[in-house]
């Protein structure tokens, strides 16, 4: 899949050369040639150009939602060179969203000004509902960011916006269609895609500069921040290369193994050039913790196949026994326990009973038939699931344990929705204490 810059320290990044970086490479996206594509479009199956379509659809929608919410982020940069990058970028995403409408109209053949033909992209993107959250939760962290800018609504935006639909789907995507869908004809399109990902790679290096001044002058700030988002957003980060259709990405001989593996080496490499690791963000159903990314994404494969996650395909549950020990799992990774401690997850429905010794940092491990724990979690299957997958706090979670073992569990669920944190917070300390 995309290949991905090696991991160069963010501190390395200076402004100014970002800045000379994008006058030295200012290209055109309306002398693009679309000649041959519009020949090359006649030869494709009805299934190669829909796929097309869609991951076009995906990049241009995101495209003209970055050129929108780049706005906020001036009102929280205090140095002149940061807002003359900043201003670079905003013109480099509205020339990206100008590059696929002349894609949609002249080689597809759509009909309409750009805001038609990006109203179209949107309604074919918006079936992806990852995205759909991506980009919803890119809305409106930037528009806290614009009601109150602070050094943690910065970092949060800039994961959300550099790292992740940056970092994360776009670079992925790029791949996708450069490597792969339109590998050997559409020269225009890979001319245009080339572009854009150094257009990209630069604004990507200007979040991570940004990313990394934050991390030095607001530390605890800029973490908080950045693990808001993360934590947030990680349960979606596999769902985002779902086609409508598997026979999109199949047709091309894409395995969604690779892409799952490329986009999370891609989230940790670019966290490791701020000087973070995965494992130390809050984990959720999906194992972003893992530091092997194809051992992520066979998790994720796991995990839709036992029904723990949901896919545009199948819908999550009913469990079968794999996926309540899997989900088991999950829970006990996404606990961010202040010191070890033995948990114990239990579907009560099922009589299943999984005991984990967790700690700060580490992979939870398995302790089999230890009877002596310090916290104990248990509901009906379905309703763990829905716990985990942070769709809410179900009637049947029951929470027990020791005082210190709660008091070392502040939180269990740190990527759930604010209100399932808080009812979660408000069990914890109505919990029987032993
Ligand atoms: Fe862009
Ligand atoms: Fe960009």
Redo the contacts with the bound molecule.
Sequence with gaps: MTSVSKPTHASTIAYMDLYARWEASNWSAVDIDFTQDRADWQTLSELERDAIIWLCSLFYTG?DQ?TDDLGPFAGALDREEQLYVLTT?QV??AR?SVFFHRFFTEVVGQDGDLTQTLRAAQRCAAANSAFATVVTHLDAVTAQLARRPSPRALAAAITN??LI??GTI?QQGQGLLTEHMCMGRLPGLRAGLTQ?EH??R???AFGLKLLDDLLKDHPQAARAGIFDTLSRLAPHLAGLIYPPEPAYLEVFGIDRRDVIAAGFRSLTTKLAAVGLTASEIPGWVIPITLTDPYAIADRVQLLEQHGVIATPYTSAGPLNDTGVALLAEAIARSAAPRRPLYLEVRARDRDQRHVFLIAPSNDPQPAGARTSVDVRLSADADDLAKLARGTGLPRSVRVSGSAAGIRALPTLFPAASQSVRAELARLLRRVPRR
């Design positions: 495209e970055v970028q480099d995403e990206h916006y550099h639909v940056e776009a854009i257009d990209e630069r604004h990507i």
